[in-house]
């Protein structure tokens, strides 16, 4: 069976306040992020629902503490570890700070 691990990518906008809508990320893993100039955060953490619409719940590793990216006010890409955001489908990009029409792009790979 070959399966094709090929990066796709999507974009999620903050219009205003601190989280992205809701993503379905289907039989995708998330692997990175591009993040906009200007930025006014200083991190990125992630919150997950088991269902579409669900109640999102901060993702957090085996020692109790909430997955995150350091960011800057510069355009860059994250490059997140695979394994981190493992088996997430329903998925929200949550900001440090108040953000007002921010597009973030991420990169995801296909699981298999």
């Given amino acids: 069976m070959t399966t094709d691990n090929s990066a796709i990518t999507k974009t999620l906008t903050i219009a205003s306040g601190t989280a992205t809508p809701e993503i379905d990320l289907g039989q995708y893993s998330l692997v990175?992020?591009?993040?906009?100039?200007?930025?006014v955060s200083t991190s990125l953490t992630f919150t997950a629902a088991p269902n579409g619409g669900g109640t999102h719940a901060t993702i957090k590793n085996t020692s109790n503490t909430a997955i995150s990216v350091t960011v800057d006010s510069s355009a860059a890409y994250y490059a997140l570890a695979p394994d981190s955001l493992a088996g997430i489908r329903f998925l929200k990009i949550v900001t440090s700070a108040s953000e007002t029409n921010k597009v973030f792009m991420i990169a995801l790979k296909q699981r298999g």
Avoid: N, R
């Fill in 32 to 39: 990175g992020i591009y993040t906009p100039a200007s930025l």
